[in-house]
């Protein structure tokens, strides 16, 4: 092969990248976000959460709806850290999140299998999640592991517990897992703890990180709350996740539903960030079109794919670590 000198001067793209909206676009949602969080509100069940909004500085009327300033949501954001290192079961399978580095996950969950050995088409259990763990694991390319499956052989107030026993034992990468309600985080941090030594614990930080969602529109209900709170209580990330759905739970446009999107997500950072000033966030979007011939959500689509190139925008401008959905 000829031998190429270094173009002088050379301007490269440093990546591929979409670029859904302009500054002054991001700008605007912003700011049509804050007036919803001001003057519309977001409803919140758990009494503790209202107490905190209330002692700050919101507006919390009787019906359980929480009206926010403005410079409830600025600060909050600005006191969310903007880099995040997660912890694997062993230090060559840290990861760092930020802006700019992308790194990739698996998708969850699923509820049902062909069954590998028989063909049969079943609800998944615990054994399926052993075994599609080793699996992530092996694959370089994907850095944090999300449940993929869930152990739904066990009774609900308990699968995140068993989820995290199946992932925690065939997997040295960091976690993400939905933990059901505060109670299972303190269950399974010191299940974390046990799995990594004390030592590591303190000084790495926790080698599983939560996931909660926001009910669309606009609903942090009871036990979203409760793993936000404990969440920061116990210095464990926790990505809040929208899952508005356009045409569903969101205005059927792009920009409509992005606002509801931001107002969910951000209401879920102020009160992470009232609960512990710095708390560990992640800024998440499993947002979507709904199918409105199946009432659906069209994971996979175009629709999704612009929706999280935008999201990943809208937390790049915050400067705030993002996890987006794809499909």
Known sequence: ???RAPSAGFAASGG???EAFTQDELAELHRATLEVLEHTGIYVQKE??????RANGAKVEEDGVVKMPPFLVDEAIRSAPSRLSLAGRTPKRDCVIEAGRVTFTCFGEGISIFD???GEYRPTCKNDLKYSTRVIDALDVIT???RCVGSQDVPPPVQAVHNYEAIVNNTTKPVFLGPENGRNIRIILEMAKAAVGEERFKNAGSPVSFITCPVSPLRLVEDCCDIIMTCAEEDAPICILSMAMSGGSAPVNLAGTLVTHNAEVLAGIVLSQLTKKG????????????????????VGSPELAM?????ASIARQYGLPSWVAGG
Do not use: H, Q, W
């Open 144 to 146: 944090v592991v999300e």
């Open 307 to 311: 929706i999280n190139a935008a999201v």
């Open 116 to 118: 590998p050995f028989t």
């Open 16 to 18: 591929f990248k979409l």
């Open 1 to 3: 092969m000829t031998y």
């Open 48 to 53: 503790e959460a209202r107490a905190l909004f």
């Open 279 to 298: 708390a560990k966030v992640v800024y998440g979007s499993s947002t979507t079109a709904m199918n409105l011939k199946m009432a659906t959500a069209c």
